[in-house]
Structures are given as structure tokens and as C-alpha cells.
Nanobody, 117 residues
Framework: QVHLQESGGGLVQPGGSLRISCVVS????????MAWYRQAPGKKREVVAR???????EYNDFVQGRFIISRDNAKNTVDLQMNSLTPEDTAGYYC???????????WGQGTQVTVSS
């Protein structure tokens, strides 16, 4: 069974940086498109960034060059480096994986990122 576990969330001041990570267990992550989503209170869950097994990535417009998504298939991890954080980035951040062969998808339980002074 595929399991996604996020880590690295926390409280950061505006303008600061934070790196969150997701570990995939139970399967080989190279078979998956990986993504980070976020959901703020009262808002819909939205994609932040996604990366395919070859490392090609894309970002939501609100990222504006501040975040970098990366993956290490050997370690079954996907990271999100977030810079120049603003209070509007405050949300639960969720790791997502979709198998490129079966289209089965999985979610992690999320990690909270709070940007506040």
C-alpha cells in the first residue's frame, strides 16, 4: 500500500523560507507524478507545483518564482523549497502522487505552514 508522509511544516516569519518534504513508501516513486497542493481555511484545495518522473515541473501562477519543487527517485522523496513566504501562503500543504500506469492517486495527511510575524 502506498503511503505518503509529509514533514517540515511550521511557523515562519513573512519573507522567510521553509522546506517541506514528502516520503513515498510502499512503491517506487519513479512510477508517479508527484505534486504539492495546499488548502487554506475556507478555501478550495489548489495545486502548488507538480513534477513528473523525469523532473519536468510546473507551478501555479501564484508561486511567481518563489518555490522550487524537486524529487529524488532513489530516496522516494519530493521536496518543496518555499522562499519569500507571505501570510497568504499560510495553509495545510499536501503531498499527492498519481501512478502513471494505473492512474491510482494518493494523498498525504498534510503539514501545516503558517506565515506570521
Amino acid at each position: 500500500q502506498v503511503h505518503l508522509q509529509e514533514s517540515g511544516g511550521g511557523l515562519v516569519q513573512p519573507g522567510g523560507s521553509l522546506r517541506i518534504s514528502c516520503v513515498v513508501s510502499g512503491s517506487n516513486s519513479s512510477d508517479y507524478v508527484m505534486a504539492w497542493y495546499r488548502q487554506a481555511p475556507g478555501k478550495k484545495r489548489e495545486v502548488v507545483a507538480r513534477i513528473d518522473s523525469g523532473g519536468r515541473n510546473e507551478y501555479n501562477d501564484f508561486v511567481q518564482g518563489r518555490f522550487i519543487i524537486s524529487r529524488d527517485n532513489a530516496k522516494n522523496t519530493v521536496d518543496l523549497q518555499m522562499n519569500s513566504l507571505t501570510p497568504e501562503d499560510t495553509a495545510g500543504y499536501y503531498c499527492y502522487a498519481m501512478n502513471v500506469f494505473s492512474y491510482a492517486s494518493y494523498w498525504g495527511q498534510g503539514t501545516q505552514v503558517t506565515v506570521s510575524s
